[in-house]
């Protein structure tokens, strides 16, 4: 499976944003999708996670309440609604999928994920 990771951008302290992870080649709906962020310096952190059929979700403590994690297999698609965004929000986004992982497995340290997308950058200013 091969990945694209689009919608950030630049926006203000309390806006929200939804990121999009597009999938193309093999079938999308067999693999477990998460959402990580890195910014300068760090390693990629875990941010939210989904199994193959949407039926379990996993959030990382920092963004449970404000950000949700969904899917929409047909179009192939995760997204990543992000909403009351914080200035520690700021980084790139990456979309990371493994075949017929569980939600829990991708919020573990250094997940073993099958493909990558090339990442996009959410800027929250405050």
């Known amino acids: 499976v091969q990945l694209q990771a689009s919608g950030g951008g630049l926006v203000q302290a309390g806006d929200s944003l939804t990121l999009s992870c597009t999938a193309s080649?093999?079938?999308?709906?067999?693999?477990?999708m998460g959402w990580y962020r890195q910014t300068p310096g760090k390693e990629r952190e875990f941010v939210a996670s989904i199994t193959w059929n949407g039926a379990a979700t996993w959030y990382a403590l920092h963004v449970r309440g404000r950000f949700t994690i969904s899917r929409d297999n047909p179009k192939k698609t995760v997204y990543l609604r992000m909403n009351d965004l914080k200035p520690e929000d700021t980084g790139v986004y990456y979309c990371?999928?493994?075949?017929?992982?569980?939600?829990?497995?991708?919020?573990?340290?250094?997940?073993?994920?099958?493909?990558w997308g090339q990442g996009t950058l959410v800027t929250v200013s405050s």
């Open positions: 990371g999928a493994r075949k017929l992982a569980l939600a829990s497995e991708l919020a573990m340290a250094s997940p073993v994920i099958d493909a």
């Open positions: 080649g093999e079938n999308f709906g067999g693999y477990g």
